[in-house]
């Protein structure tokens, strides 16, 4: 099977900039749900990069499931739970009591987004290279 972590982190990246985009276009539940999903990819593709596979869209849950050599610390994972938070509801309009999802999500919500998974993909990006390293 062909090493593809790069390509997801590459990805990964590449949705971090879009959710911050979205973020400046005031289209807040995109960057919210785009924010998730750059995290959940930059998460998979540690995963890749030390060759296991990861199914699943729960980053808090992909975190807690590396190996221990590459798992951050608590506060990552609760960062991630955040994230996870924005997966459903910035899509659907059954994810809330009433309102379509935009009416739900502002710009604190999408900073924070954007903050926790500018973190992760840090993270991940500090741990391959690591692997890359040696």
């Given at each position: ?50 060759g296991q596979q990861a199914w699943g ?67 991940v990006s500090d741990k391959m290279a ?5």
């Amino acid at each position: 099977m062909p090493q593809r972590s790069k390509d997801w982190f590459v990805q990964a990246r590449k949705d971090l900039e879009q959710a911050k985009s979205s973020r400046e276009s005031e289209h807040h539940e995109w960057a919210c749900f785009i924010a998730q999903q750059s995290s959940e990819k930059a998460v998979k593709a540690l995963h890749l990069s030390k060759g296991q596979q990861a199914w699943g869209h729960t980053v808090a849950k992909l975190i807690e499931e590396l190996p221990a050599d590459v798992r951050p610390e608590q506060e990552i994972i609760e960062k991630a739970k955040v994230l996870d938070s924005f997966y459903v509801p910035t899509r659907y309009p059954n994810g809330h009591p009433e309102g379509a999802p935009f009416e739900h999500f502002g710009p604190l919500q999408s900073e924070e987004a954007i903050d926790y998974a500018s973190e992760i993909v840090e993270f991940v990006s500090d741990k391959m290279a690591r692997e890359e390293g040696s």
